[in-house]
């Protein structure tokens, strides 16, 4: 179990202290796991309808972080996934009680209502008065069990948000339970699972997964989901989500809706951004009208890869709510979204002038042939990548094969025009610094041979010599760093040499990739001292040089 804790006895406690320690807003009782606004009375809150919510702890950043003015003023919290005892419920409602009352809003689990249940009615037996809202928004279970006993996930938190404001406004405890009730009611939740949490006191997953399965219908406590389905791009799989959405609200086209885009804890924002966007397209495709989304982590299930949808149904006075201002931390923001997406059109490039001049085809044909050594050997380059980098040369240099290939014959008329053709290409289709490297060296390349008014073997040695300078200039390596120099240097400088002694041109090229193959066979045992592999060290030992070897590739191509 690889998890940043201590004892699993106590995480749920040092979390705790951890968010009180960086949060100003937010106050620990000495005794008790109850997180409370800092700035609250002694006495508890005379102004206002007090909010608690709660549950186990493990779905951060429910509950602690929608603490504060606007959203809740308690949070209560058990251990992983444990609902929080009767006397810490009690506790919380004992510390932020006043005259106008406290509003217990549950999720949906036995445990929850059992224990929030029960300090409800021990504190109304010491004269507070308490209501209580339970949210069950998960449709999964819409053919396994009756509404009222659904699950509570990710949608509780616009409950939060809507309560919140309501109770912030000045309304009675009737009336905050009434907007919370109403918003319970109309809020729809919709999750799927790439694979599952571990709980740290068990130390192993919930459950397992296939490479190419998905379990639809999760809970939030490391549970499988309600059936497993086939693995889906993200649009296929916002689709099925909002499809079952859709069809438990039977919501019509026209609909106004608010959208939660929630991640388990596993997922990156870069894929939460994905999902986003498909699920804005299919809802609007439905005929959806979504006024407010908002996307991030908001209820986890610890690390669990995987997302949920959740949609509320809008009235002006929901929108309204959602719309105040809260001070509680993890609240995003206004969830406003412009009328469509914005675009403005990209600088315009500079063109190169049409040419009428014939392509050389031994240009052509040398420059595919290099090509299509890159596309066979992406595999190859993808592992030795890995080893010590990011992984991505193999299908960075498949993504350069396929634009030279797509340049036009006029690229190819003669050589300096096909170098720069080349690097113009390699420069717009290769992120990261493979691109850059190689455009530069093609386009200090291509300036020697633009001197040469019909370049010979020295005019190309030397055109290779002088890109292979402009690299080093770039990146500031060196032979032996560990790099595609240490295969590209040895190889022009053996080229250059080779006809320096009487060699043709076949044989000085023979000369050029033996000096290549013994550079990258070198790199083996050369410590990284440049790029990503720098940080390895001697880690990154044990395996060739990935830029090196595709170099190496491309070298070879170019014999034949």
Not at 95 to 100: F, H, K, Q
Not at 156 to 171: C, E, N, Q
Request: net charge negative.
């Amino acid at each position: 179990m690889r998890k940043l804790i201590n004892d699993p006895r106590h995480v749920a406690r040092e979390m705790l202290e951890g968010l009180a320690d960086t949060l100003p807003g937010l106050a620990l009782l000495e005794e008790e796991n109850v997180l409370l606004r800092a700035d609250l009375p002694a006495g508890g809150l005379r102004d206002k309808v007090a909010l608690i919510s709660g549950g186990g702890s493990g779905h951060e950043p429910a509950h602690a972080g929608y603490i504060g003015h606007g959203m809740l003023d308690a949070a209560a919290v058990g251990d992983v996934f444990t609902s929080p005892s009767v006397d810490t419920v009690l506790a919380a409602i004992r510390a932020v009680a006043g005259p106008r009352g406290v509003l217990l809003i549950i999720k949906n689990y036995t445990g929850d209502r059992l224990n929030f249940g029960l300090a409800a009615e021990l504190a109304r037996a010491e004269g507070i008065a308490v209501d209580s809202v339970v949210v069950a928004d998960d449709v999964a279970l819409r053919d396994t069990v009756e509404p009222a006993r659904r699950r509570g996930i990710a949608g509780t938190v616009l409950v939060h948000k809507i309560a919140g404001a309501a109770a912030a406004a000045g309304a009675g405890l009737a009336e905050v339970a009434a907007a919370a009730r109403l918003a319970a009611e109309q809020v729809a939740t919709m999750g799927v699972a790439l694979g599952a949490c571990t709980v740290p006191a068990t130390g192993r997953p919930g459950f397992q997964l296939d490479e190419d399965e998905i379990e639809l219908g999760l809970g939030i406590h490391g549970e499988a989901g309600v059936r497993r389905a086939p693995r889906q791009s993200a649009d296929a799989l916002c689709a099925t989500l909002l499809d079952a959405i859709v069809q438990d609200r039977d919501w019509r086209p026209g609909q106004r809706v608010a959208m939660l885009v929630n991640g388990l804890g596993g997922t990156p924002p870069m894929e939460l951004a994905i999902v986003a966007r498909s699920a804005l397209a299919s809802a609007r495709q439905r005929g959806l009208r979504v006024e407010r989304l908002w996307s991030g982590n908001f209820m986890t299930a610890l690390e669990m890869p995987g997302c949920s949808l959740s949609l509320l149904a809008l009235d002006e006075q929901r929108l309204s709510w959602l719309d105040q201002a809260t001070q509680a931390p993890a609240w995003p923001g206004s969830g406003r979204l412009p009328a469509q997406r914005q675009l403005r059109p990209a600088p315009p490039r500079a063109e190169t002038a049409p040419s009428s001049a014939k392509a050389d085809p031994r240009l052509r044909a040398a420059a595919w042939a290099a090509a299509d050594a890159l596309d066979a050997a992406e595999a190859l380059l993808t592992e030795l990548d890995g080893a010590a980098g990011d992984g991505d040369l193999g299908v960075s240099m498949q993504r350069g094969a396929a634009a030279i290939r797509a340049l036009p014959d006029s690229a190819w008329s003669e050589p300096a025009t096909a170098l720069r053709a080349v690097g113009q290409a390699l420069r717009q289709a290769i992120a990261g610094s493979s691109g850059p490297f190689y455009s530069t060296a093609l386009l200090r390349a291509a300036r020697r041979l633009d001197a040469a008014s019909a370049p010979g073997p020295r005019d190309w040695a030397a055109a290779f010599q002088d890109g292979v300078a402009a690299i080093a200039e770039l990146g500031g390596a060196q032979l032996g760093d560990r790099t595609m120099l240490d295969a590209l240097s040895p190889a022009a400088d053996a080229f250059a040499s080779a006809l320096d002694a009487g060699q043709d041109p076949a044989s000085a090229w023979r000369s050029a990739l033996e000096a290549a193959e013994r550079g990258c066979a070198a790199t083996v045992a050369m410590r990284p001292r440049l790029g990503r592999a720098s940080y390895l060290g001697e880690r990154a030992l044990g395996v060739p040089d990935a830029g090196a070897s595709a170099a190496l590739v491309w070298l070879k191509a170019l014999a034949g």
